[in-house]
């Protein structure tokens, strides 16, 4: 654990942690510091410039509020080898387990679109017909309780606000998401949600440098799991 971080692996080459919802990964405008990566760079000074220096030892990304599994480089070559694969979309399957309002049907589908930027909103994303990136997301509803659902997601690419934007497209968002989701209904749950019930609860990949094939694993937080008793 390096603060409130909690680190699920760690060799010469990566590490491996468990984002808690809430944090930024990494310096961004309006966010100069207390960041992931300021945590980690405090944990393992040696990871600075990894990248770049803004972003040091970032492989990929999750939202603020979307807790759960990330890898980020130690080396130079670790960086090289994670973001090719992560880019080819080959070696590396990322699952995600979701709060949504409802159920997709069926219990156990895939949707494939282009997602693009709004024109007149470049904070939000959506389907588009062209002049978007592929994105393909499989779900698997897991449980149903009441008006809520537990979906588990794969995605096969990695594209902003994926998940998000296609739960939206399905009529089932993201309880809690500001951008995409459904605020009359969020405010009618007891608890109100806090952020968006997103969280990336499995990672696999090849490790940079020996190529073994590696599994991790974040267990979901309370606010993920609270569906199943209501």
Known sequence: MTGAIDILFEDDDILVVDKPAGMIVHPAPGHPDGTLVDALLAHCPQMRGVG?????GVVHRLDQETSGVMVFAKTERAMRALRRDFEDHVSVRKT???????????????????IGRKPWDPKRMAVVERDGKRAVTHWTTLQRKGALALVEFTIETGRTHQIRVHAAHLGH?????????????????????????L???????????????????AAPPEDIVYARSR
Do not use: C, I, M, W
């Open 52 to 56: 770049s220096v803004e972003r040091s």
């Open 173 to 197: 968002p993201v309880v809690g998401d500001a951008l995409y989701g459904d605020a009359a209904k969020d405010r009618r749950l007891a608890p109100p949600p806090t952020r968006h019930l």
């Open 96 to 114: 995600y387990l979701a709060v949504l309002h409802g159920a997709p049907e069926p219990r156990v589908g895939t949707l494939e679109t282009l």
């Open 199 to 217: 969280h990336a609860v499995q990672l696999s990949f090849n490790h940079p440098v020996t190529h073994r094939p590696l599994t991790f694993t």
